[in-house]
């Protein structure tokens, strides 16, 4: 199993407000040769234009091909600015819509100079704070025809929305990975699907390993975040710090499926040093996959064919605990 590990840039920032704007002390050059201090980190995701923009590409190219570093994913900045406090990809307002699609648009033609070929988009301001506040019919047809437009535009590039429960929202439109893939699958478009962040799932009360196993056998699974949280908000804390056998099954659900994508960390670490949280994720990861690769993956398959829990958990049990 080709197992590719890269990080969203933004977590190098150290931004004192996570959603806003993520300039902090480093500059890009300097959060990509902090990123590429981390060991067996191999890939960054990239915001535009906060990171990259059409002008700078070049420069930016440079720095990464300096770094060693390979760019992942080139997502659109559609949340915060001002412009999109009524939504983006259902803005009310049809030019606001239209300006939501041209940035990703855009993001497609760096990617693309960068070398990559997906996206993640986070519709972060997309969804209502009220009930009754929205026509729910309404905004899912100013999302697909958003989508539509930006999966059309370069059929071969991947789109995964990045579903999540709420936050900046009280209650995000596409909140959980059923959504997220019904989307791709109405809209006939293959290239359309989910960006599954860990930490997402876990407060949509998804469970994670299953969410994988239905994004990857409707062949809608685009890409991967890993982080961790305590299951009320999205604290993007380090991997395997609170939920450790979720955080396993969930690896061994993308193993057994053939996953063979970029694993990205997604962590915002407030008050560590931004490398050595990634390091510490690193290694945690590195760690469960050493206990995927002993697991008996023979007798825990036979185990689940019965649903024999005693047998399956003494079986993960031995792995971990000996």
């Known amino acids: 199993m080709n197992r590719k590990f890269s990080a969203g840039l933004w977590v190098f920032a150290q931004s004192e407000e996570k959603y806003g704007g993520y300039v902090g002390a480093w500059t890009v050059q300097e959060q990509i040769k902090a990123a590429a201090?981390?060991?067996?980190?191999?890939?960054?995701?990239?915001?535009?234009?906060?990171?990259?923009?059409?002008?700078?590409?070049?420069?930016?190219?440079?720095?990464?091909?300096?770094?060693?570093?390979?760019?992942?994913?080139?997502?659109?900045?559609?949340?915060?600015?001002?412009?999109?406090?009524?939504?983006?990809?259902?803005?009310?307002?049809?030019?606001?819509?239209?300006?939501?699609?041209?940035?990703?648009?855009?993001?497609?033609?760096?990617?693309?100079?960068?070398?990559c070929d997906k996206m993640d988009v986070w519709p972060g301001e997309d969804g209502w704070d009220y009930l009754f506040q929205v026509n729910y019919g309404q905004m899912w047809d100013n999302t697909a025809e958003c989508i539509r437009q930006i999966a059309e535009y370069d059929p071969a590039y991947r789109i995964g929305i990045e579903y999540k429960t709420g936050e900046p929202r009280m209650s995000q439109h596409i909140n959980n990975a059923a959504k997220a893939a019904l989307l791709g699958a109405a809209l006939g478009l293959p290239n359309v699907?989910?960006?599954?962040?860990?930490?997402?799932?876990?407060?949509?009360?998804?469970?994670?390993?299953?969410?994988?196993?239905?994004?990857?056998?409707?062949?809608?699974?685009i890409g991967v975040h890993v982080n961790d949280n305590y299951g009320l908000e999205d604290d993007d804390l380090m991997v395997g710090s609170v939920h450790l056998w979720s955080t396993l099954e969930f690896l061994l659900a993308l193993d057994d499926y053939g996953y063979d994508d970029w694993i990205s960390l997604d962590i915002v670490p407030r008050r560590e040093s931004p490398v050595k949280a990634c390091t510490q994720s690193m290694a945690a990861l590195e760690k469960i996959y050493c206990l995927i690769d002993r697991l008996d993956r023979d007798a825990l398959a036979k185990a689940q064919a019965e649903m024999d829990a005693v047998e399956t958990q003494r079986i993960i049990h031995q792995v971990i605990l000996g």
């Open 37 to 115: 201090s981390v060991p067996e980190l191999k890939g960054v995701e990239l915001i535009a234009p906060l990171h990259v923009s059409l002008e700078n590409v070049k420069e930016i190219k440079a720095c990464l091909d300096d770094a060693g570093l390979a760019t992942v994913a080139v997502n659109p900045y559609l949340w915060t600015e001002p412009q999109w406090q009524r939504g983006a990809l259902t803005s009310p307002d049809p030019k606001i819509r239209a300006l939501a699609v041209d940035t990703a648009k855009k993001s497609i033609d760096i990617g693309r100079a960068l070398g």
């Open 193 to 221: 699907g989910a960006y599954l962040d860990y930490g997402h799932a876990l407060i949509a009360h998804e469970n994670a390993a299953d969410t994988v196993a239905m994004l990857m056998r409707t062949k809608r699974l």
